[in-house]
């Protein structure tokens, strides 16, 4: 494993980016990116999370985020994934109209089992590639990136359009999430 993605620094500002195994399209559901919300909500209030940018797509995430308080942050994105890889399938399981759900547990069941650190299922990748942004030129990049990313993939025309992202915040309109802007 390579030694050049960790969070080295406890109180730097990191650009990570975290994805559904297979590159899946989960996210096209708006409950399951509720729940992603939520539990990023959770860690905000109880683990000290800073999201200063944030966009879910439909089989990824990308965020800059720092910590406010004990937690570290490497602690911090291994319980969102954990929690969120057990409420999503559950999500997937239940959701009598998910007609992707045999083909996605499968999925998820055989990426699991390939992998020791898993009981049964695996839903994110295992890697975050977190970098450390220590200069405004790297920040202003991966805020453009984050917010950008929709428009690249041809959802909406302009960043603030998608709701599941922090551009509008930027654009001085609350979004879903508590996000300490960039200056």
């Known amino acids: 494993m390579s030694s050049k993605y960790k969070f080295y620094n406890p109180d730097g500002i ?4 975290f994805a559904v195994v ?15 919300i939520d539990s990023l909500k959770h860690c905000q209030k109880k683990k000290g999370l800073v999201i200063h940018a944030y966009v879910i797509m439909t089989n990824h995430v990308h965020m800059i985020i720092s910590r406010n308080g004990n937690d570290l942050l490497e602690e911090i994105m291994r319980d969102i994934k954990k929690f969120t890889s057990f409420k999503l399938i559950g999500a997937i399981m239940d959701n009598q109209q998910e007609s992707r759900k045999e083909w996605m547990l499968e999925l998820f069941e055989r990426k699991g089992k390939s992998n020791s650190n898993n009981s049964k299922y695996q839903f994110w990748q295992q890697d975050n590639h977190p970098i450390e942004l220590s200069n405004n030129f790297m920040m202003d990049q991966k805020l453009r990136y984050v917010h950008e990313n929709p428009v690249e993939s041809g959802f909406v025309g302009e960043a603030s359009e998608w709701i599941y992202s922090s551009a509008s915040d930027y654009e001085g309109r609350k979004g879903l999430l508590e996000v300490k802007l960039i200056e």
């Open 14 to 17: 990191y650009f990570v980016s």
């Open 22 to 36: 297979g590159w899946i399209d989960v996210f096209i559901r708006n409950n399951y990116k509720d729940l992603l």
